[in-house]
Nanobody
Framework: QVQLVESGGGLVQAGGSLRLSCAASGGVFSDYVMGWFRHAPGKEREFVALITWSGSQTLYTDSVKGRFTVSRDNAKNAMYLQMDNLKPEDTAKYYC???????????????WGQGTQVTVSS
């Protein structure tokens, strides 16, 4: 059973940057496609980005393309989300998740962290 723990959230001004981390334990990290999702109050949970097993492919939702970068280090059992040029609409709780297939659908992710809050002030 894979356990996931996010860190790196916080309060930042618009235009600023944050780097989220997701630490995995209890499983074979490279067996999983890893994704980032976010959930803002009053909104549906939203796919943000994913990275494939070896890190060779990434996928982003349109609203973060060119601003966010997802990466992973399988030797460290870790995934990262570099978020630049943050906007107030990026404010949400961010979750990392693991799936055994290539998918941007939250329901197909088997393992989830507890989330880390990102707040962007205008």
């Amino acid at each position: 059973q894979v356990q996931l723990v996010e860190s790196g959230g916080g309060l930042v001004q618009a235009g600023g940057s944050l780097r989220l981390s997701c630490a995995a334990s209890g499983g074979v990290f490279s067996d999983y496609v890893m994704g980032w999702f976010r959930h803002a109050p009053g909104k549906e949970r939203e796919f943000v980005a994913l990275i494939t097993w070896s890190g060779s492919q990434t996928l982003y939702t349109d609203s973060v393309k060119g601003r966010f970068t997802v990466s992973r280090d399988n030797a460290k059992n870790a995934m990262y989300l570099q978020m630049d040029n943050l906007k107030p609409e990026d404010t949400a709780k961010y979750y990392c998740a693991g799936a055994t297939l290539y998918t941007d659908r939250a329901g197909q992710y088997d393992h989830w962290g507890q989330g880390t809050q990102v707040t962007v002030s205008s």
